[in-house]
C-alpha cells in the first residue's frame, strides 16, 4: 500500500511502507491472504504439483500403468538435508535485512545529530547556511534510497544553493555528490569563520559516518548470495518434491496429492521470504520501510531547524 505526503513546495511523495499487522491475531493472520502470501504467490505451481501428483497416483492405482515402492525413508533423510539449507538460508537473509535496518537507524540519528550541531554551533546571522546545510541534510536519505534502488527521483529532492538536480543527473553516484556538497558547505562556514577547528572535526564525524552508511548498503546490494547456492537450493527442493509421488504412493494413496503440495508450500516459501528480504531496499511489502524513514529524517531536520 502507498501513503501520500505533501513534501516541500507542496509536492507529494509516494511512500513503500511495511505491511502493518498484529502479531497475536491469528485468526486473521492464518485466513487473509495478503498479496504477498507466499500461497498467492505459489498458487499456480501448487495447482501444478497438485495435478502431477493426482495423475502419477492415478497411473498406479487405476490404471496399474505404475508401479512404485515406497521411498519415505529416503525422503526423510533428504527433508532433513533440505531443512539445514534452508535455515541457513533464511538466517543470512534476515541477518542482510537486520544490518539494512541497523545502517539506516544509524542514519536517522547520525542526521539528528548533523542538524543539531550545525544549528547550534553556527550563529543566527549565518542563517542561510544552516537552511542550506539542513535541506542538504534532509536530501542525503532520498537520493540514497533511491540510489540502492538504481534509480533517482527529482520530485523528492528540495531546491538548494550548492548542488542541482541537473548536477545530480550528470554524476552516477549521487549520494557522493550530495555528501560532496554538504563538505563543500560545512568548509565554508569554516572559511567564513562560523565554525571552529573543533566544531569542523565534530562536523566532519557525521559526514564519515553518512558515507560510511552508504557504503555499507552498498556492499549488502551489491552482494547477493551466490549464484551456484541459490540455484542448487531451487533444484533440490523441486527434485525433491516431484520425486516425492513416486515414493510416497505406495503407502498414501490418493493422500499422495495434499501431502505434496503442502511439503512443496513449506520448502518453496521459506526459499521465496529469502529471496525477498535478501535485498532489504526495494520497494517489496516485506522490504525496508525507507521512503518513511527518509521522510521521519527530513522532517526531524527542519524540527530542528525552528529551535532558538
Same mark, same amino acid.
Given at each position: 500500500? #502507498?501513503?501520500?505526503?505533501?513534501?516541500?513546495?507542496?509536492?507529494?511523495?509516494?511512500?513503500?511502507?511495511?505491511?502493518?499487522?498484529?502479531?497475536?491475531?491469528?485468526?486473521?493472520?492464518?485466513?487473509?491472504?495478503?498479496? #504477498?502470501?507466499?500461497?498467492?504467490?505459489?498458487?499456480?505451481?501448487?495447482?501444478?504439483?497438485?495435478?502431477?501428483?493426482?495423475?502419477?497416483?492415478?497411473? #498406479?492405482?487405476?490404471?496399474?500403468?505404475?508401479?512404485?515402492?515406497?521411498?519415505?525413508?529416503?525422503?526423510?533423510?533428504?527433508?532433513?538435508?533440505?531443512?539445514?539449507?534452508?535455515?541457513?538460508?533464511?538466517?543470512?537473509?534476515?541477518?542482510?535485512?537486520?544490518?539494512?535496518?541497523?545502517?539506516?537507524?544509524?542514519?536517522?540519528?547520525?542526521?539528528?545529530?548533523?542538524?543539531?550541531?550545525?544549528?547550534?554551533?553556527?550563529?543566527?546571522?549565518? &542563517?542561510?547556511?544552516?537552511?542550506?546545510?539542513?535541506?542538504?541534510?534532509?536530501?542525503?536519505?532520498?537520493?540514497? &534510497?533511491?540510489?540502492?534502488?538504481?534509480?533517482?527521483?527529482?520530485?523528492?529532492?528540495?531546491?538548494?544553493?550548492?548542488?542541482?538536480?541537473?548536477?545530480?543527473?550528470?554524476?552516477?553516484?549521487?549520494?557522493?555528490?550530495?555528501?560532496?556538497?554538504?563538505?563543500?558547505?560545512?568548509?565554508?562556514?569554516?572559511?567564513? &569563520?562560523?565554525?571552529?577547528?573543533?566544531?569542523?572535526?565534530?562536523?566532519?564525524?557525521?559526514?564519515?559516518?553518512?558515507?560510511?552508511?552508504?557504503?555499507?548498503?552498498?556492499?549488502?546490494?551489491?552482494?547477493?548470495?551466490?549464484?551456484?547456492?541459490?540455484?542448487?537450493? &531451487?533444484?533440490?527442493?523441486?527434485?525433491?518434491?516431484?520425486?516425492?509421488?513416486?515414493?510416497?504412493?505406495?503407502?498414501?494413496?490418493?493422500?499422495?496429492?495434499?501431502?505434496?503440495?503442502?511439503?512443496?508450500?513449506?520448502?518453496?516459501?521459506?526459499?521465496?521470504?529469502?529471496?525477498?528480504?535478501?535485498?532489504?531496499?526495494?520497494?517489496?511489502?516485506?522490504?525496508?520501510?525507507?521512503?518513511?524513514?527518509?521522510?521521519?529524517?527530513?522532517?526531524?531536520?527542519?524540527?530542528?531547524?525552528?529551535?532558538?
Amino acid at each position: 500500500m #502507498s501513503n501520500k505526503i505533501t513534501g516541500h513546495c507542496s509536492k507529494r511523495i509516494y511512500l513503500q511502507t511495511m505491511i502493518a499487522y498484529n502479531p497475536k491475531d491469528w485468526l486473521k493472520l492464518i485466513f487473509i491472504f495478503h498479496k #504477498s502470501d507466499t500461497f498467492r504467490m505459489l498458487l499456480p505451481a501448487l495447482l501444478i504439483a497438485a495435478a502431477y501428483s493426482t495423475l502419477l497416483t492415478y497411473l #498406479s492405482i487405476e490404471v496399474h500403468y505404475l508401479e512404485f515402492k515406497s521411498t519415505t525413508v529416503i525422503h526423510s533423510l533428504l527433508g532433513f538435508v533440505i531443512s539445514m539449507l534452508l535455515v541457513f538460508r533464511t538466517n543470512t537473509a534476515y541477518d542482510r535485512w537486520w544490518e539494512g535496518r541497523k545502517l539506516w537507524g544509524e542514519l536517522v540519528n547520525s542526521s539528528r545529530n548533523f542538524a543539531l550541531k550545525i544549528n547550534t554551533m553556527i550563529p543566527s546571522e549565518a &542563517k542561510n547556511e544552516k537552511d542550506n546545510l539542513n535541506i542538504l541534510i534532509g536530501n542525503f536519505p532520498f537520493v540514497l &534510497k533511491e540510489h540502492l534502488r538504481g534509480r533517482f527521483k527529482a520530485v523528492e529532492f528540495e531546491t538548494n544553493k550548492t548542488i542541482t538536480i541537473e548536477d545530480l543527473n550528470k554524476v552516477n553516484h549521487k549520494p557522493n555528490a550530495l555528501i560532496w556538497a554538504i563538505e563543500k558547505e560545512v568548509m565554508q562556514a569554516y572559511k567564513n &569563520k562560523n565554525v571552529t577547528n573543533e566544531q569542523l572535526l565534530l562536523l566532519n564525524d557525521e559526514l564519515k559516518t553518512m558515507a560510511n552508511v552508504c557504503g555499507a548498503c552498498e556492499r549488502i546490494k551489491n552482494t547477493p548470495i551466490p549464484y551456484s547456492y541459490s540455484m542448487f537450493l &531451487k533444484k533440490f527442493i523441486f527434485a525433491y518434491v516431484f520425486t516425492m509421488p513416486l515414493g510416497f504412493v505406495y503407502d498414501f494413496k490418493y493422500w499422495t496429492a495434499p501431502i505434496v503440495v503442502f511439503i512443496f508450500y513449506a520448502f518453496a516459501s521459506i526459499e521465496l521470504i529469502a529471496e525477498e528480504i535478501e535485498d532489504p531496499f526495494g520497494t517489496d511489502a516485506n522490504d525496508l520501510p525507507l521512503d518513511a524513514i527518509a521522510v521521519t529524517i527530513r522532517t526531524n531536520v527542519k524540527e530542528i531547524a525552528t529551535f532558538e
